[in-house]
T-cell receptor, first 113, second 115 residues
Framework: DAGITQSPRHKVTETGTPVTLRCHQT?????MYWYRQDPGHGLRLIHY???????DKGEVSDGYSVSRSKTEDFLLTLESATSSQTSVYFC????????????FGQGTRLTVV | AQSVTQLDSQVPVFEEAPVELRCNYS??????LFWYVQYPNQGLQLLLK??????LVESINGFEAEFNKSQTSFHLRKPSVHISDTAEYFC?????????????FGKGTLLTVNP
């Protein structure tokens, strides 16, 4: 299995609180992605990174920010959590220039109450 | 911009029957294409991929997909399914070549194999 660790794996938080999810990789892959998975919507891209300090928005980026200060870590922050952000969040890594596919973490189940 | 359309949200089939899960994509540039599978309460695993070369790609467990550039499709097929194939299947696309790769997924197809 690719070395991807998401933390925490489960979290319950209150509306209005900030939340940070962490994705850590040991594969030295250049690209890292954050997705959310919701029934009927599949996986929707929140933000992605194509290098240290290089990030871009995906299709559902409102209410989320990211940071990548080193290759191995990609942080997703919910500035002020809302109930609509209750979801399962997946991190993925890839190295497309070397013709590899994307590898996924096990997911973080976030509940905002 | 790129996008993926999976035409069926649910596909119920009987064991040992053939199945086709349909995927169409939209992109203004050349693409890489992927099928991922997600078993209940698990993450996503790569099933097969098209990067270049032969347009017919196969997985180790009997699935195959064919890249059709003219129809912008990448349908997934299996001639005889098993109960254990019950899962959700996701088609994904990324541009090929260059840099700044964004990986876009379809909404998924839930394959249910019944005895």
């Amino acid at each position: 299995d690719a070395g991807i660790t998401q933390s925490p794996r489960h979290k319950v938080t209150e509306t209005g609180t900030p939340v940070t999810l962490r994705c850590h990789q040991t594969e030295n892959h250049r690209y890292m992605y954050w997705y959310r998975q919701d029934p009927g919507h599949g996986l929707r891209l929140i933000h992605y990174s194509y290098g240290v300090k290089d990030t871009d928005k995906g299709e559902v980026s409102d209410g989320y920010s990211v940071s990548r200060s080193k290759t191995e870590d990609f942080l997703l922050t919910l500035e002020s959590a809302t109930s609509s952000q209750t979801s399962v969040y997946f991190c993925a890594i890839s190295e497309f220039e070397r013709n590899t596919e994307a590898f996924f973490g096990q997911g973080t189940r976030l509940t905002v109450v | 911009a790129q996008s993926v359309t999976q035409l069926d949200s649910q596909v119920p089939v009987f064991e040992e029957a053939p199945v086709e899960l349909r995927c169409n994509y939209s992109s203004s540039v050349s693409v890489y294409l992927f099928w991922y599978v997600q078993y209940p309460n698990q993450g996503l695993q790569l099933l097969l991929k098209y990067l270049s070369g032969s347009t017919l790609v196969e997985s180790i467990n009997g699935f195959e997909a064919e890249f059709n550039k003219s129809q912008t499709s990448f349908h997934l097929r299996k001639p005889s399914v098993h109960i254990s194939d019950t899962a959700e299947y996701f088609c994904a696309v990324s541009k090929s070549g260059g840099s700044n790769y964004k990986l876009t997924f379809g909404k998924g197809t839930l394959l249910t194999v019944n005895p």
